[in-house]
Every structure is written in structure tokens, then in C-alpha cells.
């Protein structure tokens, strides 16, 4: 019998590259919100039972980071209480649950010149890093077998993100003023998905071996580190680079007014949801596990912006 894959979250950002990555692995059944909301529980217990997946990869989330702080309620129920209902449905028969966290359920407090463990303590700043962090508990507490991978700033060249935020700015006005006391690591969502694509084989290569699956919690980020700011101004260096043409056609292939960007400090640019100074996440331990599987975070922005240009 073929092994049966279910994600959620079909249209998002992970959830469209997973489609891509996946498909080798078994039968795939992809599902966007309106196919299983998660807000509705009773809806993640129906699809879920009779869907049986061998290996659930959740790729929805509540993501809006600032809209959370006025629906701590809708965020807690999708990020939180689906996922452990999830968590439930699967212990039941023992198949896994894939899971994406986030670096939001650190402060940012640790010096920038470190980045965070998987043991180091956790303290959320905003109700999605709290929500993300209350899903983490329950699906370790639900006693299925479980992979969680917090990640950070992921972009991808379709969706709402970073990355198609700035080059809209770029192509209307000359100057872009960003963030420059945040550091984290950009990551492109298909290279979170060649990555949980490797972590699955290799997970299955334990199961045909011992019978068992082996659960663990990984940080899966970029190598390297940046700022908002320089995120940004590498965008920019990224896309000039490519030569594009008015005339090929395309959104990545007008022209840019932006000719700078100038760095502010987060109290410049006041948020609803607070945010932590030092977003980098250490990837020593999913290496020593799965293998190197994550390239620089400049490295994965140009095939990214590759990427979309030929498309």
C-alpha cells in the first residue's frame, strides 16, 4: 500500500513548495483552508479520520503576527488546539505529524553574536509566538510520534511575504526605510521543503528498520544572519543582478525606483506585536540528525529570485 501524505495549508507559502517535494514520497492529498479550516475543530477531526494519513505535515498557521494581538482567540485555535487535535487523531494509529514552529517563541534577548538552541528557554513577546509555542506542548503531550521544525522569516516569490512587500515599495517609491536592530535568517519556503523532504526519508528509512518512528523538535532556518534592512538591500542588489526587462513581462521584471534603503530602529516602525531583537535559530542539531540541509540565506534569495524569473 502506498504511503499515504497529507498537508495542510495548500496555498501557503510552505504548503504550495511541499506539493512540489513531497509527491515522490506516496499518494499526496493537499488541502487548502476551504477544504479543512482549522478553526473549525470538529472539521480537523472528521478530514483527519477519514483521510488516515500515514504522515501529516501541517503548513497552516494563523502567520498574521500583529492582527493575532486583537484574535488571540482564532490564533490560539488554529495554531494551538488544531494541531493537538491533529496530534490526537494520529496517536491513535501511530502515524507522525510534521509541524512547522517558530523563532517567535524566543525573546531575542540572547546576545545577536549567539544564536538560540532547541534547549534553550522559551518566552514568547506576542500572542503568535505564544499560540506557536502552546502547539509545540500540546502535540509533544499528545503521545504521537511528532517532527516540530521552527523555522524564521520565510519568504517565498508568491504569497504575501518579506520579499514581494519590498519590491512592491521598490517599483513605487525611491527610498525604503526598514528595520535594522532585527536579526534573523531569511528563509526561502522551498528550501524548507527540499529539507522536510529529506527529513522524511530519512525518518522513513527508521521506520522500515525499527517499526518506530523517531520524534524530535529541529530548528530548520538559513545559515547566516541579516537584518530587516539588509534583507531588503539584498533584495534589491538580487534583482538588479538579474538584468530583467520591462519587456519580458512579469512582476520581477519591472523596473525599480528604490535606489537605497535606509535603516531605522524597531521604535521607528511601531507594530502591534513586539518582536524579538535576535531571531537566529542554531541548525547544529538537524544537521547532526538528517545532514547539512540548509543553504546561506543569501544563497537561497538569489535561486529564489532565479526561480521566479523563469517562470
Same mark, same amino acid.
Given at each position: 500500500m502506498s504511503l499515504r501524505i497529507l498537508i495542510t495549508g495548500a496555498?501557503?507559502?510552505?504548503? +504550495?513548495?511541499?506539493? $512540489?517535494? @513531497?509527491? /515522490?514520497?506516496?499518494?499526496?492529498? /493537499? @488541502?487548502? !483552508?476551504? $477544504?479543512?479550516n482549522l478553526a473549525d475543530l470538529d472539521m480537523v477531526t472528521r478530514v483527519v479520520r477519514r483521510l488516515n494519513p500515514d504522515i501529516l505535515v501541517n503548513a497552516a498557521?494563523?502567520?498574521?503576527?500583529?492582527?493575532?494581538?486583537?484574535?488571540?482567540?482564532?490564533?490560539?485555535t488554529i495554531n494551538a488546539t488544531a494541531p493537538a487535535r491533529m496530534a490526537q487523531e494520529l496517536a491513535r494509529h501511530g502515524n507522525l505529524l510534521v509541524h512547522y514552529s517558530t523563532?517567535?517563541?524566543?525573546?531575542?534577548?540572547?546576545?545577536?553574536?549567539?544564536?538560540?538552541?532547541?534547549?534553550?528557554?522559551?518566552?514568547? @513577546?506576542?500572542?503568535?509566538?505564544?499560540t506557536k509555542l502552546e502547539g509545540e506542548h500540546l502535540i509533544q503531550e499528545s503521545g504521537c510520534p511528532h517532527v516540530i521544525l521552527r523555522t524564521s522569516w520565510v519568504y517565498d516569490t508568491r504569497g504575501k511575504n518579506f520579499l514581494r512587500t519590498v519590491?512592491?515599495?521598490?517599483?513605487?517609491?525611491?527610498?525604503?526605510? *526598514?528595520?535594522?536592530? $532585527?536579526?534573523?535568517?531569511?528563509? +526561502? %519556503?522551498?528550501?524548507?521543503?527540499?529539507?522536510?523532504?529529506?527529513i522524511l526519508t530519512r525518518l522513513l528509512e527508521h521506520n522500515d528498520q525499527t517499526g518506530k518512528w523517531r520524534s524530535g523538535l529541529y530548528h530548520l532556518t538559513a545559515s547566516g544572519k541579516t537584518s530587516w534592512a539588509g534583507f531588503a538591500r539584498a533584495i534589491l542588489e538580487e534583482y538588479q543582478s538579474l538584468g530583467c526587462r520591462a519587456e519580458d513581462g512579469g512582476e520581477f521584471a519591472l523596473p525599480l525606483k528604490a535606489t537605497r534603503v535606509v535603516p531605522i530602529s524597531s521604535e521607528e516602525y511601531p507594530v502591534p506585536a513586539r518582536r524579538p531583537r535576535n531571531s537566529q535559530l542554531a541548525n547544529g542539531k538537524v544537521q547532526?540528525?538528517?545532514?547539512? @540541509? *540548509?543553504?546561506?540565506? !543569501?544563497?537561497?534569495?538569489?535561486? %529564489?529570485?532565479?526561480?521566479?524569473?523563469?517562470r
Open positions: 496555498n501557503g507559502q510552505v504548503g +504550495w513548495q511541499l506539493q $512540489q517535494t @513531497l509527491s /515522490a514520497l506516496g499518494d499526496l492529498t /493537499a @488541502l487548502t !483552508r476551504e $477544504q479543512l498557521a494563523y502567520t498574521a503576527v500583529d492582527k493575532a494581538e486583537s484574535e488571540p482567540e482564532s490564533a490560539l523563532d517567535y517563541v524566543f525573546d531575542g534577548a540572547k546576545p545577536t553574536s549567539e544564536a538560540y538552541n532547541e534547549s534553550d528557554p522559551t518566552g514568547p @513577546l506576542n500572542v503568535y509566538g505564544h519590491l512592491r515599495l521598490a517599483h513605487e517609491r525611491e527610498e525604503l526605510r *526598514m528595520v535594522d536592530d $532585527q536579526v534573523g535568517a531569511p528563509t +526561502w %519556503a522551498r528550501s524548507i521543503a527540499d529539507a522536510t523532504a529529506v547532526h540528525r538528517f545532514g547539512d @540541509l *540548509m543553504p546561506d540565506w !543569501r544563497t537561497q534569495l538569489r535561486l %529564489a529570485m532565479q526561480d521566479a524569473v523563469r
